[in-house]
């Protein structure tokens, strides 16, 4: 079982940034992915952006390129979403997920992910 905790949501200008926190315990995860997922009123959660926990390439969605950036700091369990230049439009639920398969296909899809946080909501004023 692994327990997934975000947080860092808040109300920021557009403009502004954020930065979202996912502490993760449990049974060993160092070899899933872990993903960061988006879910705004009336529309389908979707993918932000994943790495595998024990390092190397990392995966965005292309709204969020060049202004989100996924890491994480082993030595907490936490990963990170450095949320720059945020727009109006990024505005939702941010879950954090962790998916226990190898396939990278499956990376970018939300119902692949076995573990889930509880959300934490980000709000961008215009």
């Known amino acids: 079982q692994v327990q997934l905790v975000e947080s860092g949501g808040g109300l920021v200008q557009a403009g502004g940034s954020l930065r979202l926190s996912c502490a993760a315990s449990?049974?060993?995860?160092?070899?899933?992915?872990m993903g960061w997922f988006r879910q705004a009123p009336g529309k389908e959660r979707e993918f932000v952006a994943a790495m595998r926990w024990s390092g190397g390439s990392t995966y965005t969605a292309d709204s969020v390129t060049g202004r989100f950036t996924i890491s994480r700091d082993n030595a907490k369990n936490t990963m990170y979403l450095q949320m720059n230049s945020l727009k109006p439009e990024d505005t939702a639920v941010y879950y954090c997920?962790?998916?226990?398969?190898?396939?990278?296909?499956?990376?970018?899809?939300?119902?692949?992910?076995?573990?889930w946080g509880q959300g934490t909501q980000v709000t961008v004023s215009s």
């Open positions: 997920a962790a998916y226990t398969g190898s396939n990278i296909s499956y990376v970018t899809l939300p119902y692949h992910y076995d573990y």
């Open positions: 449990g049974r060993t995860f160092s070899s899933y992915f």
